[in-house]
T-cell receptor
Framework: GAGVSQTPSNKVTEKGKYVELRCDPISGHTALYWYRQSLGQGPEFLIYFQGTGAADDSGLPNDRFFAVRPEGSVSTLKIQRTERGDSAVYLC????????????FGPGTRLTVT | TQLLEQSPQFLSIQEGENLTVYCNSS?????LQWYRQEPGEGPVLLVT?????EVKKLKRLTFQFGDARKDSSLHITAAQPGDTGLYLC??????????FGPGTRLSVLP
């Protein structure tokens, strides 16, 4: 079966631009997570959705970052006024339900801000 | 804030050797997970441990959760080149999100 997919796989943008990163979770998974992974680090939690609602957005670094999941399936992470420090791999994961279930990760989107 | 430390940061060994990597924190976790991540891919869950002192085995991999649920170790017997990758531990307190450590990058040379 299909796993978690993320598009694009790579995104290069100029400082100050707006970007959208997309995540397609495993069908039937109600929980969806976004993480950011910088070089040499482990994934850093950004936001967790249960269904359509953001159950925990405490990891979003500032108000330039926003994520939506309008129909409880596909999610989009939006970054406004990108900065060079936003460069990282953005990982999406989904799980059957809740935080205690196994998370399945996508391959990530590598974002480079020049 | 829960912080996880992993050691060593890098490890390069020959095929057939044994190794142990460590995950430590000052916080108590309700559960702890180990993942392996290969370049260009997301992490893949290897095991979840929830009970202090728990030992789980997955083929040549042995995972142990510390009695106080603050630390964990991963032991690999007779390492193979296919074991190469970034090993991440992640811990969660009750009702909290998993927090990842920085990882141990393992290279097994043929």
């Amino acid at each position: 079966g299909a796993g978690v997919s993320q598009t694009p796989s790579n995104k290069v943008t100029e400082k100050g631009k707006y970007v959208e990163l997309r995540c397609d979770p495993i069908s039937g998974h109600t929980a969806l997570y976004w993480y950011r992974q910088s070089l040499g680090q482990g994934p850093e939690f950004l936001i967790y959705f249960q269904g359509t609602g953001a159950a925990d957005d405490s990891g979003l670094p500032n108000d330039r970052f926003f994520a939506v999941r309008p129909e409880g399936s596909v999610s989009t992470l939006k970054i406004q006024r990108t900065e060079r420090g936003d460069s990282a791999v953005y990982l999406c994961a989904s799980s059957l339900s809740g935080r205690r279930n196994e998370q399945y990760f996508g391959p990530g989107t590598r974002l480079t801000v020049t | 804030t829960q912080l996880l430390e992993q050691s060593p940061q890098f490890l390069s060994i020959q095929e057939g050797e044994n190794l142990t990597v460590y995950c430590n924190s000052s916080s108590v976790f309700s559960s702890l997970q180990w993942y392996r991540q290969e370049p260009g891919e997301g992490p893949v869950l290897l095991v979840t441990v929830v009970t202090g002192g728990e030992v789980k085995k997955l083929k040549r991999l042995t995972f142990q959760f510390g009695d106080a649920r603050k630390d964990s170790s991963l032991h690999i017997t007779a390492a193979q080149p296919g074991d190469t990758g970034l090993y991440l531990c992640a811990g969660a307190g009750y009702g909290q999100n998993f927090v990842f450590g920085p990882g141990t990058r393992l290279s097994v040379l043929p």
